[in-house]
């Protein structure tokens, strides 16, 4: 679904259609939808994989099973292609109806992981395993924002509400997914013990409390009640916990030097751009350029999708059951990553190479990157699975370790 995602922001930049980006109008709504696309669509669907691919194993529990993953799958895929249908329609009346049925689909597919990690969680304490709690994220939280972001969208003609929802979608639903990556494969998957055990779900509320105040603050904002600085201010606070509370001192001394121990470089870089988009959140007449807020674009090209990546490389590896001292770095997925957020850097501090035509230069650097990144990402699949005689097994090493 990346393709035809990247075919849409490739049409939305090439047109004059009346919301294409060359307009000064519905910019917001192209960015509430385009972000939908990411976040609920392809990104959420690797999220999505590896909870039914772990699930089953880690709990001992047959809530999770095939019919509900090829249920979301062509729920979450149907949706995908209406919006992207609703935007090459060239016909603005026609790209909001559209865009809301594909949005109702995508709340679907995600409403229906929540029964199945509702009956794990009841299953878990009829059998006295400790494994509830982290089966009601998927269960309350991800169907819960969809549902959020879906009503902001429905009445955005409400003032902060488009915005409210923007927000509340990358900064709370998928700021809390990356963080909870990173704190799961440096603490539960490699056991560096970077947070306390006891402290994991306090990282994670104190993080969630700010982000949500930020997304309340940005609605406070539009109707005319709050500062600006405020604004900026409050989403600075979240990502700069999420850098702090995940000591990155001590990450960094495990991760450089002689005593570098494996882990995923995906997931440790992603850990470290929380703190380069604290600081973009807050730099003084940082232009927002064409995507609303940079700052947000920005996190979910880095931090979120290194994470999500990195921790499905890395699963995928353990079913292959490598050693992790033998894993590839992958660090040209993280200069092709690298690239992509460069642009977005020039858009924001107005870095103009050639004149006028500076944005194709910004829209070649994304889309290399999110190419290159998809293909490498193919290439790897493609040679363990197809051309290696390895073995794929159905346990990953070390799933003890996933345990909750």
């Known amino acids: 679904m990346i393709i035809p995602f990247m075919l849409t922001v490739t049409w939305l930049s090439a047109t004059e259609s009346d919301y294409s980006f060359q307009q000064e109008n519905y910019r917001l709504e192209i960015a509430f939808v385009l972000t939908a696309l990411i976040s609920l669509g392809w990104l959420m669907s690797m999220v999505v994989g590896m909870v039914f691919d772990l699930f089953p194993i880690t709990h001992d529990s047959q809530a999770f099973n095939h019919t509900h993953?090829?249920?979301?799958?062509?729920?979450?895929?149907?949706?995908?292609?209406?919006?992207?249908?609703?935007?090459?329609?060239?016909?603005?009346?026609?790209?909001f109806e559209m865009v809301t049925i594909g949005l109702v689909l995508l709340c679907w597919g995600l409403i229906s992981i929540a029964w199945p990690s509702w009956k794990l969680h009841l299953d878990s304490k009829e059998n006295q395993r400790n494994c509830g709690n982290i089966a009601l994220l998927p269960a309350l939280m991800i169907p819960v924002s969809a549902l959020v972001i879906l009503g902001c969208w429905i009445f955005r003609q409400e003032t902060g509400l488009l915005e409210f929802g923007f927000s509340f979608n990358v900064v709370v639903m998928m700021g809390t997914i990356s963080l909870t990556l990173i704190l799961a494969h440096f603490n539960r998957r490699l056991s560096w013990n970077l947070v306390k055990f006891t402290d994991f779900r306090p990282v994670?509320?104190?993080?969630?409390?700010?982000?949500?105040?930020?997304?309340?603050?940005?609605?406070?904002?539009?109707?005319?009640?709050?500062?600006?600085?405020?604004?900026?201010?409050?989403?600075?606070?979240?990502f700069l916990w999420a850098f702090i509370s995940t000591r990155p001192i001590k990450m960094l001394q495990n991760t450089i030097g002689k005593n570098r121990k494996p882990h995923s470089p995906l997931i440790g870089q992603g850990?470290?751009?929380?703190?380069?988009?604290?600081?973009?959140?807050?730099?003084?007449?940082?232009?927002?350029?064409?995507?609303?807020?940079?700052?947000?674009?920005?996190?979910?090209?880095?931090?979120?999708?290194?994470?999500?990546?990195?921790?499905?490389?890395?699963?995928?590896?353990?079913?292959?059951?490598?050693?992790?001292?033998?894993?590839?770095?992958?660090?040209?997925?993280?200069?092709?990553?690298?690239?992509?957020?460069?642009?977005?850097?020039?858009?924001?501090?107005?870095?103009?190479?050639?004149?006028?035509?500076?944005?194709?230069?910004?829209?070649?650097?994304?889309?290399?990157?999110?190419?290159?990144?998809?293909?490498?990402?193919?290439?790897?699949?493609?040679?363990?699975?197809?051309?290696?005689?390895?073995?794929?097994?159905?346990?990953?090493?070390?799933?003890?370790?996933?345990?909750?």
Request: hydrophobic content about 50%.
């Open 204 to 238: 994670v509320a104190v993080y969630l409390v700010l982000a949500l105040v930020h997304c309340f603050s940005v609605l406070l904002y539009e109707r005319g009640q709050v500062t600006e600085n405020i604004v900026n201010f409050s989403q600075s606070l979240p």
């Open 69 to 95: 993953s090829n249920q979301y799958l062509v729920i979450n895929f149907i949706g995908q292609a209406l919006i992207m249908g609703g935007v090459f329609s060239n016909n603005l009346s026609t790209m």
């Open 271 to 404: 850990q470290m751009y929380f703190l380069i988009v604290a600081i973009m959140s807050i730099i003084p007449d940082f232009d927002e350029g064409k995507f609303i807020n940079i700052s947000y674009v920005t996190l979910i090209f880095s931090n979120v999708m290194l994470s999500i990546w990195g921790s499905g490389i890395y699963l995928h590896k353990d079913h292959l059951h490598q050693s992790i001292h033998s894993r590839s770095n992958l660090y040209i997925m993280l200069i092709f990553n690298f690239i992509g957020v460069l642009s977005l850097f020039m858009i924001g501090f107005r870095i103009n190479i050639l004149g006028d035509n500076s944005d194709l230069v910004y829209f070649v650097m994304r889309n290399f990157a999110l190419t290159s990144m998809m293909v490498y990402m193919v290439v790897i699949l493609f040679k363990d699975l197809v051309l290696s005689f390895d073995t794929w097994h159905r346990i990953p090493m070390h799933h003890e370790r996933y345990v909750s």
